[in-house]
């Protein structure tokens, strides 16, 4: 099976920072798009940024110029660097990666379980 955790939310106040990262492992054979995605209380969930294996990024319009989004390939990881964060960036992010299994070699969608950011002063 495959596993992904986050960790790096938390408090932060207004113009703070803060890194998420999302782990993933098990049975991987190769891994595609890495994305972040968040939702805030009554809202749907929405798409914050992807990277593509060959690092090809692309940020919703509200993020742009703050938040950066790399990988560590051999580490299997997404990182979600966050700058001059505002109280509308609160929400519960997660990471989603399609990947390839090892096990019957098929791709599939994985979804972290979530790491709150709360952005207060």
């Known amino acids: 099976q495959v596993q992904l955790v986050e960790s790096g939310g938390g408090l932060v106040q207004p113009g703070g920072s803060l890194n998420l990262s999302c782990a993933a492992s098990g049975s991987i054979y190769t891994i595609y798009d890495m994305g972040w995605y968040r939702q805030a209380p009554g809202k749907q969930r929405e798409l914050v940024a992807t990277?593509?294996?060959?690092?090809?990024?692309n940020y919703r319009d509200s993020v742009k110029g703050r938040f950066t989004i790399s990988r560590d390939n051999a580490k299997n990881t997404v990182f979600l660097q966050m700058n001059s964060l505002k109280p509308e960036d609160t929400a519960v992010y997660s990471c989603?990666?399609?990947?390839?299994?090892?096990?019957?070699?098929?791709?599939?969608?994985?979804w972290g379980k979530g790491t709150l950011v709360t952005v207060s002063s």
């Open positions: 990277i593509t294996s060959i690092g090809n990024t």
């Open positions: 989603n990666v399609e990947l390839r299994r090892y096990s019957d070699f098929e791709v599939a969608d994985y």
